[in-house]
């Protein structure tokens, strides 16, 4: 394949696999965000009078062409191509003549290839987004089911006070619901448009950056030529920053699964479907499936450092190293996306197991309770305390789901505040819809012109 840059001399063939290989792999996920901003690229410089009528007509013919393409997975990558840019402008060019080689004017390849990163992160952010947003739904259910189900609570893994499956549940279901806003975050520094920023210095014809940003669906544009190019892969970090910690409270999750299925706790039943075996015990039934969920964190952190580490030092302007930072940008995401669906099949696969909750809730975890009953009759906590303590007898009362009731300040096991929680999935589920459904509508608009 032709070079965009080819002039009288010709790249030596492994600096070239070098320099290409893996990123065509990862470009191939960008081919229709390409698309899409050469669309709007194509429009722009119609609208400035760069392209007339019949040119942008035949170019955007094309533009669709390949497209339809794609979604019959006809159109890919191949070694030998220089990169996803150059296959779309040379496709165009041999179809639909000289007007392939127009559409380029008034930008660069890098920042297109930025565009397209910025609109591939906005769509999975999206889909992280809303599987997030299904996982708090999953929790919010269980936690009510099982909200006055007694539990142990611990405190440095030795049993500390009572507590409840609803308490525990629902612990993670605010967690989830805090890291949406993680998620908020890193939607809304990503979704700027780069177009039109160029090889970090612009260009020398009045471009409408304005224009492009609108159609292509951009909450804002992203100023300075120069900052673009050197706020990429800080970006991108902030990003993968965004999805840790989601991926931090799956971590804890599935570290309390595997936990609290073991036999010596046995607090939940496990649907089998989700175990493997050994090759050598025919006992087994391992909860395989929790210890890889509880490992990604490490991956995930692998990436941001990867990514952070690679615009240090850097000069400003475009430099190729920026290249480097797609892999760990979309292994994040990706991850992200199959970590959440993943624990969101594991919480509908459990069920407490109350005979042994039950069995586990034993006098010493009422010793707290015991002393600050002292307290209503006139101790103060401190001799309380060390009365309790001292004597080691604890009383354990005969009506658990009272005890828990007692707890009746926000928080504690006898006012969780469930069904706040189902309000502030509501309320996000509606932001979530109103963004998608503009990014959608913004895409819908500018291919199909509706």
């Known amino acids: 394949m032709t070079k965009l840059w080819e002039k009288n ?16 792999e990862m470009d191939q996920k960008l081919v229709k965000f390409d698309i899409y901003g050469s669309i709007a690229q194509t429009k722009m410089l119609n609208k400035i009078g760069l392209l007339t009528k019949d040119e942008t007509d035949r170019a955007i013919k094309g533009l669709s062409e390949i497209l339809l393409l794609v979604e019959k997975d006809k159109f890919r990558l191949e070694l030998g191509d220089e990169d996803i840019h150059t296959k779309i402008e040379n496709f165009i060019t041999e179809k639909y003549g000289e007007v392939g080689k127009k559409i380029h004017t008034g930008r660069s390849r890098s920042d297109q290839v930025l565009t ?22 999953s929790f919010y259910t269980f936690s009510e089911k099982y909200e006055f189900v007694p539990m142990p609570g611990y405190t440095h893994m030795q049993k ?11 612990a993670f279901l605010e967690a989830f619901l805090e890291d949406v806003y993680s998620i908020k975050v890193a939607f809304e520094i990503n ?5 039109g920023s160029a090889a970090s210095y612009g260009v020398p014809i009045c471009i409408d950056r304005d224009y492009t940003a609108k159609i292509l669906g951009f909450a804002k544009i992203q100023k300075n030529s120069l900052n673009t190019h050197n706020s990429r892969i800080k970006i991108e970090s902030g990003v993968i920053s965004g999805l840790i910690p989601i991926l931090m409270d799956i971590n804890r999750f599935a570290s309390d699964i595997m936990l609290f299925t073991t036999s010596e706790y046995g607090f939940f039943n496990i649907d089998e479907s989700l175990c493997s075996g050994s090759s050598i015990m025919p006992q087994k039934k391992n909860v395989d499936v929790a210890e890889l969920l509880r490992s990604k964190i490490h991956l995930l952190i692998g990436y941001y450092i990867q990514s952070v580490s ?23 995401l ?19 197991n109350i005979y042994n909750l039950n069995k586990s809730i034993t006098p010493e975890l009422f010793a707290t309770y015991n002393a600050i009953k002292m307290t209503s009759e ?5 001799d309380a305390y060390r009365i309790i303590g001292n004597s080691k007898k604890y009383n354990k009362p005969q009506n658990i789901r009272s005890v828990l009731n007692e707890s009746s300040h926000l928080g504690g096991t006898g006012n969780l505040g469930i069904k706040l929680y189902f309000k502030d999935i509501v309320k996000e589920e509606k932001i979530l819809n ?8 913004a895409i819908e608009k500018l291919v199909y012109g509706r």
């Not at 109103?434 to 509508?441: A, T």
């Open 160 to 170: 500390a006070m009572l507590s409840s499956v609803g308490m525990w549940a629902s």
């Open 378 to 382: 006139g101790k103060s906590f401190r």
């Open 191 to 195: 979704d700027k448009s780069p177009l």
């Open 116 to 137: 397209d990163m910025r609109l591939y992160t906005k769509s999975k952010i999206i889909e992280i987004w809303g599987e997030l947003l299904k996982l708090s739904r």
């Open 334 to 352: 990706d991850l992200a996306s199959e970590c959440i669906k993943i624990t969101n099949i594991l919480i509908n696969g459990i069920k407490p």
């Open 310 to 332: 690679i615009p240090n030092n850097l000069f400003s302007g475009y430099s190729r190293d920026f290249q480097d930072g797609k892999k760990p940008l979309f292994m994040s």
């Open 9 to 24: 001399w010709k790249l030596n063939e492994e600096v070239e696999s070098f320099e290409t290989k893996d990123d065509l």
């Open 434 to 441: 109103i963004k998608s459904k503009e990014f959608e509508d």
